[in-house]
């Protein structure tokens, strides 16, 4: 069972993290945010929280400073909300896993586009069937 708080610190900060992004940071480089998870380290002293923005690079790169900036304030609403003896360092990570899912459905969708007709070209129709 080693491990199992380490994550459960995680889902608590990570939930904690998603409303107060989105209910409480008032800084306008915070666009549409999801934090994907959190994953904290086994002694409990660094949470790294990844997540993900709608929107460009641009909004990637304002919404990365404003999370830079807002993370004192973040970390100070988590202790008070959370029952830790000490609340973990704050790092942000931007979570590439999405970007890299959706490359890897547009490249089976381009496969499956190109399997369709080489299956229809493959059949024989009905004017080459003898009966």
Known sequence: MQGSRPARVGDQIREELSELLAREVKDPGIGLITVTHVKVSADLQVARAYWTVMG?????????????????????????????????????????????????????????????????????????DPA
């Open 56 to 128: 460009d690079e641009k909004s990637r790169k304002e919404t990365s400073k404003a999370l830079e900036r807002a993370t004192p304030f973040l970390r100070r609403q988590i202790a008070g909300r959370l029952r830790l003896k000490r609340v973990p360092e704050l790092a942000f990570q931007y979570d590439e896993s999405i970007e890299r899912q959706e490359r890897i459905e547009a490249l089976l969708q381009q496969i499956h586009a190109e399997e369709k007709p080489a299956e229809s070209t493959d059949r024989p129709s009905k004017e080459d």
